[in-house]
C-alpha cells in the first residue's frame, strides 16, 4: 500500500496559508484540550500524537511524519485538540490559515484529493486503534501494529515493508501495554523465528503467520 503524503510540488500552498515554526525534540506543539485553531503541516521532522489520563498514563496514538497534517479537529468549528502533540526530534510546521486554505483546495483539484486521502486515512487509522484496543488479545495487537505500519512503508519514519524502528519500550508505549508482557511475546517470536530484533528494529519474518493470528478464530480479548 503507496503511503499517502501531500507531494513536494503542493508544499507552497501551505507556505502561503501560513507560517513556519520550528520545534526542538521532546517540545509540545499542543496539549489534549487545547483549542483547534489551526492545521499544522509537517514540513521537516516528526512528531508524536499521545492521549494521556488523570493518572499521568500516555498512550502513544501515532508517529506523524514529513508530508502530513496534524490538527484536522480545527475544520470543526468550536473543535478541541483530542491528542497532545510533541516534536520528536527537529521539527518544522507550517501553521495554517484554514480559510486561505479552503481557497487554495477549491482552486487545485490535486490538493483537496491528497487532503481528502489524508482525512480518510486518519479515519481507517482509528477504526484500527479501537479495534486492537477493544478486540484484540496482547499477541493480536502486537502483530496487527506491525501488520498496518509495514503495509505502508515511510522512509521519513525508517518503516520498511518488513521492519519497524522501534525499542519494545516505544512500541510498549504506542500500543498502551506492559514492556514485560510486549518483551514475552517479541520473545517467543523471536524463538520461533516469526520475526527477527536488535536496538530499535523489529524485523518481520513470517507475515503469514501474523496474518494468521488476526482471523476471527484466531484469539480473544484477554488483559
Known sequence: ???????EQLYPYFEKAGYSLKYEPGQTIYMQGDVA?????????RVRAFCTTKSGREMTFEIVGRGKIIGETSF?????YPVCVEAVNQVELLVCNLNQLYDFMEESKDLMKVMMQL????????VEQLRRVTLYDRYQKIASFLLYETEMPDSDKGVTKDSIPYTQEELAMILGMNRVTVSKVLGE???????????????????????????????????
Not at 489551526?38 to 514540513?43: A, D, P, Q, T, V
Open 37 to 45: 485553531q489551526s492545521l499544522y503541516f509537517i514540513k521537516e521532522g
Open 119 to 126: 482525512l480518510s486515512r486518519t479515519c481507517n487509522h482509528l
Open 1 to 7: 500500500m503507496e503511503q499517502i503524503k501531500i507531494p
Open 76 to 80: 470543526l468549528s468550536h473543535g478541541i
Open 189 to 223: 517470536w523471536k524463538k520461533g523465528g516469526i520475526i527477527s530484533s536488535s536496538y530499535k528494529k523489529i524485523r518481520i519474518q513470517d507475515r503469514n503467520y501474523l496474518k494468521e493470528l488476526l482471523k476471527p478464530s484466531a484469539g480473544s480479548v484477554d488483559s
